[in-house]
């Protein structure tokens, strides 16, 4: 573990790419200006999360259950029960925060169908990678794909679980919104799909606490079928839960347009 951390923040310094959206998304989430050492350490912060993330996701094939349940509580949970009770399923809406695939590894191992959409990373050795360890944690893999809507259906008609990262418009043509003080686009499918087909719509995230993990469910969201607002409301969730600990926010990419000036 203190190998991996130490790299983390190594590598922190060495990337400027990486360095500069960080800071940029950290002063957003924390609603200050950052510079200096208060830029510095937040950055770092950030990048020690991101190697823990790393670390767990390698160790995780190797955990038993009683070292994954271990550290782990969750609250809100009576949230997804009863979205299961209603038949409908449900959506995840999850920000890139902590560590979720020890949360989906514990949400699968009390009985809940987890469909998870994967992002088309690069190399496919990576995504391969990804994939397989999901599927050993018994997730239902979907790639982001444009069929990818049609298996997420799917998986709704079937009562599953569909866990979606929604703050990040990976795939483009998403849905204006204002997204920490700032106009942006986020996907418009979680809130979409959600109404089209009545599955609750929870936003949802898996803090680092500790050596273990914290998971908050929200209640669902109400929906009103219009995908602007609704998309609106989602992120107003999003960033509540993203300022609950900005620190564990594993966003490195552009996210705004004032990002690529």
């Known amino acids: 573990m203190s190998a991996l951390l130490a790299r983390g923040v190594v590598a922190s310094p060495k990337s400027a790419r990486d360095r500069r959206f960080v800071a940029l998304h950290q002063a957003r989430a924390r609603g200050v200006r950052l510079e200096g050492k208060a830029r510095d350490r937040a950055v770092r912060e950030a990048f020690v999360s991101y190697a823990r993330y790393w670390m767990e996701s390698l160790r995780l094939p190797h955990m038993t259950p009683e070292e994954v349940d271990a550290g782990f509580t969750i609250e809100g949970l009576e949230h997804i029960r009863a979205a299961l009770d209603a038949g409908a399923g449900a959506i995840l809406a999850l920000p890139h925060v902590g560590g979720w695939e020890v949360g989906g590894s514990w949400f699968v191992r ?50 599953e679980i569909v866990a979606l990262v929604s703050d990040r418009d990976i795939a483009g043509g998403g849905v204006e919104v204002e997204f920490f003080g700032e106009r942006t686009t986020l996907p418009g499918g979680p809130a979409t799909l959600a109404a089209r087909f009545g599955a609750p719509l929870l936003p949802t995230a898996v803090y680092f606490k500790g050596d273990g993990h914290h998971a908050v469910v929200r209640p669902a969201l109400a929906l009103t079928g219009d995908a602007t607002v609704d998309t609106q409301a989602l992120a107003r969730e999003l960033e509540d839960l993203i300022r609950a600990a900005p620190e564990q926010w594993h966003l490195f990419q552009p996210n705004w347009p004032s990002d690529r000036l």
């Open 110 to 159: 009390q009985g809940f169908p987890l469909t998870v959409v994967v992002e088309a990373l690069k190399p496919p050795e990576l995504f391969t990678w990804f994939a397989d360890l999901r599927r050993s944690q018994g997730f239902k893999v979907i790639p982001l794909t444009k069929s990818a809507g049609i298996s997420v259906v799917r998986a709704l008609r079937a009562n």
